[in-house]
């Protein structure tokens, strides 16, 4: 047993140090990431890494362990590198966020499927009054592709204009900063209605 372990960890390994693992796309795969997390756990502290690991909403991923708060320890150099992110995608998450918790709140489904102009309509009541239509539209789909990028948004096989939003959103957009989201909505407003100089967030992925 402890043999077919050791051949198994490279595979469940290499995976996550590339990409978020989803329990749906390989259920075979998942179960041995269940099955071996210790060991993953023990690996990947080495390299100053820490599992996440979502087993009811069926994800996992690698993000670095936080730096010591002691400035005098030595700090290991970051394998998973942060993203900048513009204002206007960070904004994008914020809503899509939301968008889960009150799709959750409402019960019935597990899937949040949003088309494109449903996110067009999320993000226009943002943007300056009088906004081109085409230039608002290309800008959603930039936006929207970014966010596919980084693994919060899926677009559906098939279905080029509809998007499933993935539930790993919820471990970078915490509950407390989304109760706060309202307060902050009006500031992006107003700084969404100037040129975006690619000013923005740090995200793990």
């Known amino acids: 047993m402890e043999t077919n372990e050791a051949a198994d960890l490279p595979m469940v390994l290499i995976p996550l140090l590339k990409r978020v693992t989803y329990r749906d796309d390989d259920a075979a795969h998942w179960n041995a990431l269940l099955t071996l997390q210790a060991r993953v756990r023990d690996h990947v502290a080495v390299l100053g890494l820490e599992l996440m690991l979502d087993e009811a909403e069926g994800y ?8 010591p708060e002691d400035e005098a320890a030595p700090k290991l150099p970051r394998l998973v590198a942060r993203r900048p992110l513009s204002f206007a995608v960070s904004l994008l998450l914020a809503l899509l966020r939301k968008k ?18 449903q996110v067009v309509e ?29 693994g919060f948004v899926r677009r559906l096989r098939g279905q080029e204009q509809m998007f499933e939003v993935q539930r790993i959103l919820k471990a970078f957009v915490d509950a407390q900063w989304l109760a706060e989201l309202d307060a902050r909505l009006a500031a992006y407003r107003a ?13 793990e992925a």
């Open 100 to 117: 889960l918790a009150e799709f959750d709140a409402a019960g019935g489904e597990t899937r949040l499927i949003l088309s494109r102009d």
């Open 191 to 203: 700084q969404l209605a100037v040129p975006d100089e690619g000013k923005g967030d740090d995200d």
């Open 60 to 67: 996992a991923f690698l993000r670095s362990r936080p730096e």
């Open 122 to 150: 999320m993000l226009r009541v943002f943007m300056p009054e009088g906004s081109n239509e085409a230039r608002l539209i290309d800008q959603v789909d930039t936006h929207l592709n970014r966010v596919i990028d980084l």
